[in-house]
């Protein structure tokens, strides 16, 4: 049935009518970031139509799979996933600036990403990486999805950085761990952001005396990390220079009965420090309009094996968050 025609006194404003796009933040967390395939399953089901996606490191990767339509597949793939597949992707070429060059993560990447160029992404798409060589943020919102995907989530020391002209890209961890700000400048009038990391250091929940304390990184801490991260560094390359047998080593390290973190771990925490109190800073300066903090304290860095209950967990947080969230509301008027 046609409808009915609208008199030209009580025709909305062009404000009025127009509906407030929605814009997504996906953080990084390594395997914690299949929380965000839960998260978007809720969204979805929620009747929320997201109209722009930030991601950063894994949540770089996720982001552009849904940017692409759908995640049903990378859902189906990473379920799969156990602790010998997970190794299995550790391809340790020991290049001169990284240990893993990526070949298999975007072999990966490209078996559900129909589209090689960003542009051509149905949804709004950016990678946030970070240029190793000056420190600045870099916004990917144009160029190779795969090479965006692959700078973006490339932790220095693990990965081997990826060239982009004059500049070198890292993870972009390192300077916007949860890009609210990236889906603002793609169009957002309302961003959800999602931060897997939340009270997390090593995959393991922080312990609380007393009353809680804001976390902060001090020059004498932040001198702490990168003398571990130095000698972290130095000790896996002595390893690997005198042929010691990775995969069995490797294996060793997924023992959950060892109460340290592997080596790998102790790198990504020692990053995620700094990511915490970063993403502190920029959401006191940049809040998201609705903010989703899965409890994930509980499932280490690597552990992909856990995909399921990642996903459950992320499902559970982002249902619970929107329960009675209307983004009209929630949006703040911006000129």
Known sequence: ????????????????????????????GSARGMAHLGVL???ADAGVQIDCIAGCSI???????????????LEA???????????????????????????????LVREHLPATQIVDLPTRFAAVATDLLS???????????IDAVRASIAVPGIFTPVRRGAQVLVDGGLSNPLPVSVA?????????????????VDGRPRLQRGAPKRLAVTDQQAQSWVT?????????KSRLLLGSNTRAQFSRWADRSDALPNL????????NVMEMSLTRMRLAIEPADLLIRPPLADIRFLEFGRAAEAIDIGYAAAAQALQGWQPAVAARGRG
Do not use: C
Request: charged share 25%; aromatic share 6%.
């Open 59 to 73: 949540g770089a990767l996720v982001g552009a799979i849904a940017a692409s339509g759908s995640t049903d597949g």
């Open 264 to 271: 790998f771990e102790v790198l990504l925490a020692s990053v």
């Open 77 to 107: 793939t990473f379920k799969t996933f156990d602790w010998k597949k997970t190794l299995s992707f550790f391809d340790m070429v020991f290049p001169r600036s990284g240990l893993i060059d990526g070949a298999k993560v975007t072999a």
């Open 1 to 28: 049935m046609p409808s009915r025609p609208v008199p030209q006194s009580a025709a909305p404003s062009e404000q009025s009518r127009k509906r407030q796009r929605v814009g997504l933040a996906l953080g990084g």
């Open 135 to 145: 420190g600045d943020e870099v916004i990917l919102q144009d160029g190779d999805v």
């Open 184 to 200: 603002r400048a793609l169009g957002a009038d309302v961003v959800i952001a999602v931060d897997l990391n939340h009270g997390v």
């Open 41 to 43: 399953r809720a969204l």
């Open 228 to 236: 571990d991260y130095r000698r972290v560094m130095g000790d896996l």
